[in-house]
C-alpha cells in the first residue's frame, strides 16, 4: 500500500492500527538511512523508537504532510544530529580532562594562553567564512559531527566523489588561510 496521506492522517485523528501500519512499512527503509548516518546499531534503534513514540504523543498536534517518508527521514535525521553531537560534546569533555590540565598555572600564563587560544580562534573562524556554504556544511558534517562522505552525499543529495571534492577545496583554502 505504502506510506500515504491517509495513513498519516488517521494517525493524526488517533488510529493505532494507522500508526502500526507506518511503523511496519517504513521502519526498515529508516533503520538503513539512520544506520548510514550513524554506524550504531543501538544508537539507531533507539531513535527510531524515540521517533515514533514523539509521533503517537504528539498526534494531536502533528500538521498535514504531504511527504511523509521525506518527513520522517528528516526527522530521523534532525534526532541522529543531535545524538552526533551530544557524543561529540561528551567526547570532547573527557578528552579535555588529564592531569595535565590540573595543575596550577601562574596568571600571566593562562593570560597569555587564553589570548593565544583566542588569537587561534579569530584566524580560523576569518578562514572558515572564506569557505562557500556548501563547503562549511560538509566540513561540519564531515569534521564536527563525524559523518563518512558517503552518509555526507545521502544527506546532501550528491554524489560521493562530489563530496571528496568539496573537502578537498575547502582543506586547501583553510591551509592558505591559516598559513
Same mark, same amino acid.
Given at each position: 500500500?505504502?506510506? &500515504?496521506?491517509?495513513?498519516?492522517?488517521?494517525?493524526?485523528?488517533?488510529?493505532?492500527? /494507522?500508526?502500526k501500519?507506518?511503523? $511496519?512499512?517504513?521502519?526498515?527503509?529508516?533503520? @538503513?538511512?539512520?544506520?548510514?548516518?550513524? /554506524?550504531?546499531?543501538?544508537?539507531?534503534?533507539?531513535?527510531?523508537?524515540?521517533?515514533?513514540?514523539?509521533?503517537?504523543?504528539?498526534?494531536?498536534?502533528?500538521?498535514?504532510?504531504?511527504?511523509?517518508?521525506?518527513?520522517?527521514?528528516?526527522?530521523?535525521?534532525?534526532?541522529?544530529?543531535?545524538?552526533?553531537?551530544?557524543?561529540? $560534546?561528551?567526547? &570532547?569533555?573527557?578528552?579535555?580532562?588529564?592531569?595535565?590540565?590540573?595543575?596550577?598555572?601562574?596568571?600571566?600564563?593562562?593570560?597569555? @594562553?587564553?589570548?593565544?587560544?583566542?588569537d587561534?580562534k579569530?584566524?580560523?573562524?576569518?578562514?572558515?567564512?572564506?569557505?562557500?556554504?556548501?563547503?562549511?556544511?560538509?566540513?561540519?558534517?564531515?569534521?564536527?559531527?563525524?559523518?563518512?562522505?558517503? /552518509?555526507?552525499?545521502?544527506?546532501?543529495?550528491?554524489?560521493?566523489?562530489?563530496?571528496? &571534492?568539496?573537502?578537498?577545496? /575547502?582543506?586547501?583554502?583553510?591551509?592558505?588561510?591559516?598559513?
Amino acid at each position: 500500500m505504502g506510506i &500515504n496521506t491517509e495513513i498519516w492522517n488517521a494517525i493524526r485523528n488517533g488510529n493505532a492500527a /494507522a500508526m502500526k501500519m507506518l511503523y $511496519q512499512e517504513s521502519y526498515s527503509d529508516l533503520y @538503513a538511512y539512520g544506520f548510514s548516518m550513524i /554506524a550504531d546499531v543501538d544508537k539507531t534503534n533507539d531513535a527510531l523508537h524515540e521517533l515514533f513514540c514523539e509521533l503517537w504523543q504528539s498526534r494531536s498536534s502533528l500538521s498535514e504532510v504531504h511527504h511523509v517518508k521525506a518527513y520522517l527521514k528528516t526527522c530521523l535525521k534532525h534526532k541522529l544530529s543531535r545524538e552526533i553531537s551530544i557524543d561529540k $560534546q561528551t567526547s &570532547n569533555i573527557d578528552d579535555h580532562l588529564s592531569v595535565q590540565d590540573l595543575k596550577e598555572h601562574s596568571y600571566e600564563e593562562l593570560l597569555i @594562553a587564553t589570548q593565544t587560544e583566542n588569537d587561534a580562534k579569530i584566524q580560523l573562524w576569518q578562514a572558515i567564512h572564506k569557505l562557500t556554504p556548501t563547503q562549511r556544511e560538509i566540513i561540519d558534517y564531515k569534521f564536527f559531527k563525524g559523518l563518512n562522505y558517503d /552518509a555526507i552525499a545521502l544527506l546532501l543529495g550528491l554524489k560521493p566523489r562530489t563530496i571528496y &571534492n568539496h573537502v578537498y577545496t /575547502a582543506l586547501c583554502t583553510l591551509r592558505s588561510a591559516l598559513k
